[in-house]
């Protein structure tokens, strides 16, 4: 059946989809127009573009299984994936600063906040700032410490407002500079990083750079006057997975020593960007320690979490990841221990060729998707999107 776009969607898909403007056809230069829906045919769970353009696609990664995966980072990447999922309380005015888990701070619903042997941490972590993106701005999330595991989270949300959904599809590159800019210059001149020439970034996602405000970076300073010797994640989903990855950044230039762990992270740097962050945190240098001790070393830098059916993490075209990657095999809930492996550096999530055919997603999975996706949500993978150890978009049912 031919699907009809409505105004609002095919503006999103041809802005999403700019890569295929670039490709170039056997007999011509020139860019091919723009897709819409009116390009797409959704038939029998095939999807077809009637376009001269790319395929994207995931290339079969290195699995790095001489590497181990530990019980302890099993549990840690599924506490980190509930404190993603609580960002998403704030939109329904659920969780509150001051107090514990256990003590209010979030939803006696949840298990997670009030039942102690699903979080054994409920009663000693507090809420200390829960941060409210403004119109035309991105960040929403909070700040909590763990007083039992010692460590701050700051955790992002994903899309949920018409404007997160806009930033995710303004996907023109715009250069990058980062916020923290003396502290960037010392890294420079002392010789600690390169300088990050001819760096590009996804533009939707610099906007949370030219909004970030200095009370959040004195915020985290007073936390760590008062707990020096805590240690600091900086976690998200979705495009607030883009976003926590900016933020771990500029951290990082300021002298901490943040784990930045996303979960289903859009592509976001262009290649030279992506070979910055990556030096910026030392990934081969934590790859290599990881091959030597045959176990993945994870006190530290940049580590991106992507289950093997999400297609969001494959786009935007002509963007890179960074980071060392840790694959979910697994389509369905639960997912356990056995269903995790390592598969390194990730330099190169998506394949990108030359062909007619625009895409080759298939039609798997289902899910409670934002208003505007409707029917594409089997085409997008939008189940699996959300499937990181519990369905991370809603604040229920973990």
Known sequence: MKFVP??????????????????????STHPTKLLSFSDIELSDGNTTFHADSITVSRPKSQNFDNVRISQDLYERLVYFSRMCALTYCIGSNELFVGSTLLEGACPDRLKFCSDESTNP???????????LAENDELGTGFLAVDH??????LSFRGSSTNQDWLSDFAVSPTPYEPVSKEYYKEWVE??????CEGCLVHRGFDVFLKTLSSQF??????????????SLVVTGHSLGAAVASLAGIELRLRNYDPLVLTYASPNMFNSKLRAWVDELFETERIHKMSLDEGEVMFRSGFFRVVHDGDYITMVPPFYDPAGLEIVITEQLLPQTLKD????????????LQDTNVCSTMGSAGSGQGHRFLGPLEKWLHMYEHRAYFLLINTCDDF
């Open 6 to 27: 409505g105004v609002i969607m095919s503006f999103f898909l041809s802005t999403w989809m700019v890569g295929c403007v670039e490709a170039k056809t056997e007999n």
């Open 340 to 351: 995790l492996e390592y598969h390194g550096p990730s330099t190169s999530v998506v394949s």
């Open 121 to 131: 941490t409920a009663g000693k972590t507090v809420v200390e700032l829960v941060l």
């Open 148 to 153: 039992e595991k010692r460590v701050v989270v």
């Open 217 to 230: 970076f004195d915020r985290i300073e007073a936390i760590f006057d008062t707990y020096p010797d805590y």
């Open 190 to 195: 002392s010789g600690r990083i390169s300088d």
